[in-house]
């Protein structure tokens, strides 16, 4: 009987690595399918990622000159959050490398939000709207103008601070 068991021990041993063999296969076919789907997955280019830095640069400027606060920190939050975004999809876009600039204008807004000054508020839009065309100038698109916005394009929302209706 002893003798029967030495011998089947080599069949399973080989049995076993010849499953394993299988199985890494099956989880390899499996990672290069999901590695697959998530190179289809959809992904905002560059374009949409900046319309939407523009539509909460505009809700900005209307909560700040509204003085509704609340609205605009989350507004500059936004923005923040959609660079971020930008950086972290379009790593390999050469305009990636100039973001940084922006910051310094973001964070003038940012305390002028803190302090709730509208007229520092004011200044700080300004150069935050001068630093998006510097910056748009020094990624070769300097056709697209960015402007302080007169008439907001957002007629469903009320910009005013603590607004019910």
């Not at 990636?96 to 940012?110: E, F, H, R, T, W």
């Not at 007229?119 to 070769?140: E, P, Q």
Request: glycine share 4%; with cysteine.
């Amino acid at each position: 009987m002893k003798h029967h068991l030495v011998l089947a021990l080599p069949f399973l041993g080989l049995f076993s690595c010849n499953q394993t063999v299988v199985q890494n296969r099956v989880l390899q076919n499996r990672v290069d399918s999901l590695e697959t789907r998530i190179a289809q997955t959809y992904k905002p280019g560059f374009g949409e990622f900046m319309s939407g830095v523009q539509a909460h640069h505009s809700k900005l400027w209307f909560a700040g000159l509204n003085e509704n606060w609340k609205l605009a920190d989350f507004e500059i939050q936004e923005i923040k959050e959609t660079l971020e975004d930008l950086q972290k999809f379009d790593t390999n876009r050469k305009e990636i490398k100039l973001l940084g600039m922006i910051y310094p204008a973001m964070d003038s807004v940012n305390r002028a939000i803190e302090r709730k000054d509208p007229v520092l508020f004011k200044r700080s839009f300004m150069l935050l709207t001068k630093t998006c065309n510097d910056c748009h100038s020094a990624a070769g698109f300097e056709f697209n103008v960015i402007k302080i916005p007169e008439a907001s394009p957002f007629s469903n929302q009320d910009f005013r601070s603590g607004a019910t209706k």
